[in-house]
């Protein structure tokens, strides 16, 4: 295996918009050796707005239209988190995200897509669906059905907004709408539609003949079209027009021209007038040579682009170009937007409307030919091309079938669990050890358990654990709450209350602030899981390890938690006592300090939900019996000294 390389540039993917996809997926093929990648997302699976309406309608999986992009940041070889941003630091050069510590970056780039535009309209926020963002629009969609069905059919649906996509949805909303209703077993003729628009005439950007095609397509389904009434605001069950009065709906739908995110405002980056991000034909930020940006949330300056999901797929390959050129000191190339786009536009069935150059046509083969180059491009992110693995060592001739059999299969444990010691080896190798005799040892190898156990003195008993974990996610910070986790629910076996806890992290070597920067992820993850059970993280020590990878690893460690708690004993099931007791160090890097002699079947129970009551009983009855038993030793030693 190659030593890997030490991180020495971190570039920030903040969303998991069309853009960064394709950047994901241009690195990954061609990786640039000490530069690591990390996308932050709100949600893990992303979706393909293009697939958005055949989606609604019915005629699209959840996996067809979207992209996973847990598979897609691992062959990138990029760190994952599920999170979004809500500001940066562009002195410190961090993201804030809402739920994890500060993100760092050497390089930043944004594609978080648009907001809708709900603030302008008094009771748009809390009375109109939004369509966007739409990583979220089919949890609403799929409430606003069941509301629908619940009503028994009988529902007004308005949608705000006469856009390409506007009418789309809504066109697909009908079509999933009526069949639902029908299939329930109710009239679907309680349904009925509308769509609302501020714009003299709907599809206001389009030809006049593309524009004519949906006139006809709206009124044979039977939906009602008001365009130049001015929404002035809404109101629980309608909609207040200007001109036009009030318009009853029972569900609202808001597509209206979209908005940046808010937290843009206050980022420190330029803006234009409507609050837009600034960026040149190089899709850079400027005055700030590390930042860039696509997609819906930009403005770009050679000219006003559609916010449409068309134009961010062809800025991915510009941006990803340019972003490798900024790593590697190259100048940057122009991006170059198409003049006429492609617009295949849906109408609920599998039928549609295309148009470019004032050319328009419509059939069910246009809609085959928009499904063709949809799944296309999905087909670029969900089959990810086999890139050549680096060749393996060779085995020396020495190693027999059954040498070769075992090391196979050491390949194929998983990092938590799988990655222990087997119980048949460790019990062979704790036999082998004549621990110093103590008489306040009540728990320890000669009877190894989940945690030793150390009297003290007092009510109270001294429990001893350490646990600890190789890095099995990619994220510093998870891992420090996966291993907090882990130790305490050794302490929590026992019947323990935890008290304090000593950590010991490992993390590759590298610059020293890529260091510092996952040891302290590492540590805000354990220690947010300590404060929560009350458990002081008093302590511990670090170090460094040089990574033997084909290809660095994000978050490549380990991290342990090392305990000793105090506390009454009690039934494993009840709640413990308090105190602290003198706690000594130890160096098993195992479960249990002082034994656990790879009771693996019972660990592997309790992984599950924890054995059963009655299983549960006999080794807590087995304890307490030692501990009496060790007690009374004292008591009647006592009387003898006596």
Not at 87 to 103: E, K, S
Not at 163 to 170: K, S, T
Not at 308 to 334: D, K, M, Q
Request: hydrophobic content about 40%; proline content about 6%.
């Amino acid at each position: 295996m190659k030593a890997a390389t030490p991180v020495l540039k971190d570039v920030v993917l903040v969303g998991a918009g069309h853009s960064h996809v394709t950047v994901l997926r241009m690195f990954g093929m061609k990786p640039i050796p000490g530069v690591r990648l990390t996308l932050i997302s709100r949600e893990v699976h992303t979706p393909y707005s293009g697939m958005l309406p055949g989606l609604i309608a019915g005629h699209y999986g959840f996996d067809d239209a979207h992209i996973d992009t847990g598979p897609l940041a691992r062959f990138a070889g990029a760190r994952l988190y599920q999170d979004e941003a809500v500001d940066l630091d562009l002195a410190g050069r961090h993201v804030i995200c809402r739920r994890r510590p500060p993100v760092p970056y050497d390089l930043l780039s944004l594609n978080i897509g648009s907001t809708p535009n709900t603030a302008d309209v008094p009771g748009a926020s809390e009375h109109a669906i939004p369509v966007k963002p739409i990583d979220g629009f089919l949890r609403r969609f799929e409430a606003l059905q069941a509301r629908v069905l619940a009503r028994k059919g009988r529902t007004a649906v308005a949608l705000v907004g006469a856009g390409a996509g506007g009418v789309e949805l809504l066109l697909a909303v009908e079509h999933r709408l009526r069949q639902a209703v029908t299939r329930a077993g109710f009239d679907a003729s309680g349904l009925s539609f509308v769509l609302v628009s501020d714009v003299p005439d709907i599809l206001p950007s389009f030809p006049a003949a593309f524009r004519a095609r949906f006139h006809a397509v709206l009124a044979a389904r039977g939906i009602a079209v008001i365009t130049g009434a001015p929404v002035t605001r809404v109101e629980a069950g309608r909609l207040m027009l200007a001109g036009y009065g009030p318009l009853a709906a029972d569900e609202i739908l808001w597509t209206t021209q979209a908005a940046p995110a808010r937290w843009l405002a206050k980022a420190g980056l330029p803006l234009e007038a409507r609050g837009f991000l600034r960026v040149d034909q190089t899709l850079r930020v400027p005055g700030h040579d590390n930042v860039f940006a696509a997609g819906d949330t930009i403005a770009f300056s050679g000219r006003e682009l559609p916010k449409s999901g068309v134009y961010a797929v062809r800025a991915g390959p510009a941006l990803a170009e340019n972003i490798r050129r900024t790593l590697t000191g190259r100048s940057l190339r122009r991006f170059r937007p198409q003049r006429e786009a492609l617009y295949l536009v849906s109408t609920g069935g599998r039928h549609a409307v295309g148009s470019r150059n004032g050319l328009v046509v419509e059939g069910d083969w246009v809609w085959r030919w928009k499904d063709w180059i949809d799944r296309r491009f999905m087909r670029k992110f969900n089959e990810l091309p086999e890139m050549a693995p680096a060749p393996a060592a060779a085995l020396p001739p020495l190693a027999d079938r059954e040498a070769l059999k075992e090391i196979s299969a050491i390949a194929m444990r998983c990092g938590g669990c799988g990655a222990k010691v087997g119980a048949t080896v460790l019990s062979r190798a704790l036999a082998s050890i004549e621990p110093a005799a103590r008489a306040d040892v009540v728990v320890g190898l000669d009877a190894p358990d989940d945690a030793a156990l150390v009297d003290v003195g007092g009510e109270q008993l001294s429990l001893q654990t350490v646990d600890y974990f190789r890095a099995i996610v990619d994220d510093p910070y998870t891992l420090g709450k996966i291993a907090a986790n882990h130790s305490l629910g050794d302490v929590y076996a026992m019947g323990g209350e935890p008290q304090t806890a000593l950590a010991i992290a490992t993390v590759p070597y590298g610059l020293e602030s890529k260091v510092e920067a996952d040891l302290c992820a590492m540590m805000a993850g354990a220690n947010e899981v300590l404060r929560e059970a009350g458990c002081a993280l008093v302590g511990g020590r670090r170090t460094r390890a040089r990574l033997c990878r084909e290809r660095a690893r994000p978050g490549d460690g380990g991290a342990t938690q090392r305990r000793s708690r105090a506390r009454r004993w009690a039934h494993p099931h009840q709640a413990a006592g308090h105190g602290h007791a003198a706690c000594r160090r130890h160096a098993w890097q195992g479960k249990g300090a002082l034994g656990h002699g790879g009771d693996r079947s019972h660990d592997c129970v309790e992984r599950q939900g924890g054995p059963n009551p009655a299983a549960a009983r006999r080794p807590c009855r087995d304890r307490r019996d030692r501990v009496r038993s060790h007690r009374a030793s004292h008591r009647d030693g006592a009387r003898l000294r006596g």
